[in-house]
């Protein structure tokens, strides 16, 4: 047994980083982790292996479509999955022992084992019993299953995007289950290694939340990839047979019952918080209605010197929110005055074009009655997107009309998630459109299309 300042519960960007925040302030720390790796669901099931296979199966894209254009000539690409998998596989090990060396060198203990709080004060592991001053939860979330359907997800024909990022083969039919970020970007990877991809949603439009116009395009340009959708369509039964499966789904806007056959069912209709075993009921610990975990302003729970961050708690489930989290948790611990502005926190969809966006969609904007003004700027007239095949999509800026505030910005297009970084930038510091339009970028680079999409909130942009 063994006493510490604090004690984190899950290695996820959450855990991770919190518990390196931690030891660099002075705190006594260690970390709990069931896995056989660090990193929680981020690195070894989700993010990190995820943008290996989007980015192996955009080379495969390029080769088949662009590399003849540019008088690269070569035959046609043959996917050799087994080592595609290999290769991602590899991807996650340098990530993973990556923390391990950062808590070595942080001297962040790593306790092995699922850790549960049998009292304030009080983390067990196994049967070791530490004593930590402060107890972080970072459990993370877990897949979702459909609500209201009749389902069981195997992992092998009913997939997670666990089981869907190690298929044993690469499947002829696919029917993703759920529009959202999760579904879109694993149902393209496979569209782009010859799959028959069909995505089912229940609401009228793909990525529920995201700039109405964005959607629509972004989903365009998904169709040209050979993305079929079913839009407005409630799944009530996924059946397993021997070696495929049947999706049954009602569409909404007439009742009329349709069926779909695939090799492999992908469910992804979002994640729910993780907190089994932890031992929540018999400490006390406040959940709200969602199942999630109730935490004050300064990631309290209900319980004294018991803190929750992440998925656990209520916000986006983006491991870059629980990190921001993470880190704030470990300097208030430590006296400091942090502050996390979670009006300034992007959303990323990894495909090819990416999809980027921060602050206020136009639809918040009208529902709040903002008074907010367009700046928009189509990637057609950036001359190094046209150079690289890469001009579908456009930047959108929002700024207030009175002030010139940036109030959000949308991009879908090349590298969009960088990109979306200088508005956030912007925003932190309260920017107006006009500074953005008034600082010089480089020539030629996809982040002309920013300061084009800035212009345009004034007198109008160069290239349009």
Not at 86 to 106: C, H, M, P, R, W
Not at 121 to 147: N, T
Not at 212 to 217: F, K, L, N
Not at 409 to 425: F, K, N, R, T
Request: proline letters at 3%.
């Amino acid at each position: 047994m063994a006493s510490y300042d604090v004690i984190i519960i899950g290695s996820g960007p959450g855990g991770y980083v919190c518990a390196i925040r931690c030891a660099q302030l002075g705190l006594k720390t260690a970390c709990v982790e069931g896995r056989e790796t660090l990193g929680g669901t981020c690195l070894n099931v989700g993010c990190i292996p995820s943008k290996a296979l989007l980015h192996a199966s955009h080379q495969v894209h390029e080769a088949e479509h662009n590399f003849e254009k540019m008088g690269v000539k070569v035959s046609a690409p043959k996917i050799d999955w087994k080592q595609m998998l290999a290769y991602k596989d590899d991807v996650i090990g340098q990530n993973t022992k990556g923390i391990e060396f950062l808590f070595k060198k942080s001297k962040v203990d790593w306790l092995k084992g699922w850790g549960s709080i049998p009292e304030a004060g009080k983390v067990k592991v196994g049967d070791e019993v530490h004593d930590a001053k402060h107890i972080i939860i970072a459990s993370g979330s877990e897949s979702a299953s459909i609500p209201g359907a009749e389902v069981e997800i195997d992992e092998k024909i009913v997939v997670t995007s666990t089981g869907a990022l190690e298929l044993p083969k690469i499947p002829k039919k696919m029917v993703v289950v759920g529009g959202g970020v999760i579904g879109l970007e694993l149902g393209s990877v496979y569209a782009r290694l010859g799959t028959d991809v069909t995505v089912v949603e229940f609401m009228d439009g793909i990525t529920p939340g995201q700039d109405v116009e964005v959607a629509r395009q972004f989903q365009k340009i998904l169709k040209k990839q050979g993305l079929d959708f079913v839009l407005g369509a409630a799944v009530s039964k996924v059946e397993t047979l021997k070696t495929k499966a049947k999706v049954t789904y009602k569409l909404r806007k007439d009742d009329s019952e349709h069926v779909l056959d695939a090799d492999v069912v992908l469910v992804s209709t979002g994640r729910k918080p993780y907190t089994e075993g932890l031992g929540l009921d018999a400490l006390g610990v406040k959940l709200t209605d969602r199942g999630q975990i109730a935490t004050d302003g300064s990631y309290r729970t209900s319980v004294p010197g018991v803190y929750a961050i992440g998925d656990v708690i209520d916000g986006p489930m983006l491991a870059h929110k629980a990190e921001d989290e993470g880190m704030a948790v470990a300097e208030m611990i430590a006296g400091q005055h942090p502050h996390v502005n979670y009006d300034v926190i992007p959303g990323v969809i990894y495909t090819h074009p990416e999809v980027g966006s921060v602050g206020k969609t136009e639809e918040e904007l009208k529902a709040a009655g903002i008074d907010y003004k367009v700046g928009k700027f189509s990637f057609m007239g950036n001359g190094r997107a046209k150079a690289n095949f890469a001009a579908d999509g456009f930047v959108k800026l929002l700024a207030d009309k009175k002030t010139d505030r940036i109030l959000g910005c949308h991009v879908i297009g090349p590298m969009a998630g960088d990109l979306i970084h200088e508005v956030c930038v912007a925003m932190e510091f309260g920017a107006a459109a006009e500074d953005i339009a008034r600082t010089c970028h480089a020539h030629p680079t996809y982040s002309e299309a920013m300061r084009e999409a800035a212009l345009a909130c004034g007198d109008g942009a160069i290239h349009a």
